[in-house]
DNA sequence: TTTGTAAATGAATGTTCATTCATTTATATT
DNA sequence: AATATAAATGAATGAACATTCATTTACAAA
């Protein structure tokens, strides 16, 4: 027994990344594409080519791996989010950068929108809230400077999110057709998000 | 062989109404409690009273019970939705109504309403849309008429209903707390209904 | 009261589920 | 090369699942 046994020990075999990772895509699509009962365990440890008792190293049990799943969404989607935006900036050029922000991760990861989506309607959400406070915090400062700033009415933060974010969730949704309303498709292009913007910011404004 | 036998076999025993009731709404309390993996045929023929047997005289499987359930609350969602309402309607007063007849379906129904959005919101959609025509016929003629009479600017239909609903049903989400934001709790008030739908109206106004 | 019919049932079936465990494998250090 | 350790495994387990079926029950007409 070396000095080093109770600090560090290396003598063992090292994990593969890369098995952790295919799990945590692998059980997004399938609950995007089947939804929540869609996902077995023994069908997730089959797509992502491993064995049944592998997912239960790196995972306590279904619950454990949904809560993963939904804490590494949400940290990817605060980081995006985040990116260039600052609760000092004006509020119209604020939320647009919010508006990009949050379209831009969409696009770049919309099985995990999806499932983010899907896990926040349905019931069974254990709030863990652990890493949230920077985020919603920033959020907050900002639009209590726009009311304080006069570039937005006072009102209750659940109409602001409302009024901001409900528009836009929706254009995303009929976007990803998970809500067809006719026949045809529709993209949700810059042009049209700032036509909406243009929108907000007239309804929001004092 | 009596001469109605072809025509009318009343020598039965007669359905008890109440039992496929109490399937009906048992099956959506358990989807809104548990999600969709909490329904179970046994443990919703037991919370039903009946024997799982029973359930496949009204459904023919799970499948078809979850799409009864859907059609069942569209219909009445409906129902409630075209209450006083005219397409010929000035554009503020029909848009009223309709935030009016969609919450107060909401405040009645609140279980058949969170089983609807998550159903919608669910990928195993069988997208029947029998008796829709009616409904969607008139929304469309509504605002077509309101861009005509310029009471609205022109726009997509996707993009004015994320801005016409898409607000009220984040605040509804808001108040049946799927979502909560701060610690306490939103309310949903008329005040606050009549505050969201002047800023949306300014919103959609050419 | 008898009778035909569909409603209603409880037990049974075979399948799939989450989870566990005894064993094997890979690796970083010695 | 030897070793210690955790990673990784496949097979196994018991519970819960959707669905079926041979019976029984209740009812409306005769």
């Known amino acids: ?16 990344e890369n098995k952790e990772a295919a799990i945590r895509e692998k059980a997004m699509k399938m609950i995007v594409d089947e939804g929540f009962d869609g996902l077995s ?16 190293i790196y995972y306590k049990n279904r619950e454990d ?3 993963q799943l939904f804490n590494h969404v949400q ?10 935006f600052d609760p000092l900036l004006s509020f119209e050029e604020g939320l647009w950068i919010q508006w990009k ?21 349905s019931p069974c959400i254990n709030h863990t809230d652990v ?15 726009a009311i304080k700033k006069g570039e937005m009415k006072k009102m209750e933060p659940e109409i602001f999110w409302s009024v901001a974010y409900g528009t836009l969730y ?26 909406a913007f243009e929108m907000v910011i007239k309804a929001l404004k004092p």
Chains 1, 2 share one sequence.
């Open 65 to 67: 791996l949904l809560n």
């Open 75 to 84: 940290q990817t989607f605060y980081d995006v989010a985040l990116a260039g």
């Open 170 to 195: 929706s254009m995303v949704k009929f976007h990803l057709q998970e809500i067809k309303m006719m026949g045809n498709d529709f993209k949700l292009t810059d042009a049209k998000m700032k036509i």
């Open 131 to 145: 890493q949230i406070s920077t985020f919603k915090e920033s959020m907050k400062l900002f639009v209590m400077n």
């Open 41 to 56: 365990m023994q069908k997730l440890a089959k797509a992502a080519n491993v064995s049944p008792a592998t997912i239960y």
């Open 101 to 121: 922000n949050r379209l831009k991760f969409i696009l770049k990861y919309p099985i995990h929108f999806q499932f983010y989506e899907q896990f926040r309607n």
């Open 1 to 16: 027994m070396n000095v080093h046994s109770f600090i560090f020990v290396p003598e063992m075999r090292t994990r593969d």
